[in-house]
């Protein structure tokens, strides 16, 4: 059974930086497209951004988020990063990780497995 577990979240200024990690148990990792959403109260789950399986160096952004979260995979520890900085209010959400099995996309429905989110507040 495919397991993800995301930790980082917290409380953090607006202007500052946290980073986001997501462990994987029980598939193969380095096959797997690797994606962040998130979803503010009230608000629909959107798309953050992805990496893929076969090139690190391919990765998508939401546009809300492009040039300020970088995002990046350790195969070797099975875990997905989110590095994000000069953080604003409308930053805060519950972050989602979730692992697609093929290319992944910037939908829910193209990914297979979620973890159970971790709560990011960016206070003014």
Known sequence: QVQLVESGGGLVQAGGSQRLSCAVSGGTFSSYTMGWFRQAP?????????????????????????????????????????????????????????????VGGGRDSDYDYWGRGTQVTVSS
């Open 42 to 102: 009230g608000k629909e789950r959107e798309f953050v951004a992805a990496i893929s399986w076969w090139s690190a160096a391919l990765t998508y952004y939401g546009d809300s988020v492009k040039g300020r979260f970088t995002i990046s995979r350790d195969n070797a520890k099975n875990t997905v990063y989110l590095q994000m900085n000069s953080l604003k209010p409308e930053d805060t959400a519950v972050y989602y990780c979730a692992a697609d099995r093929a």
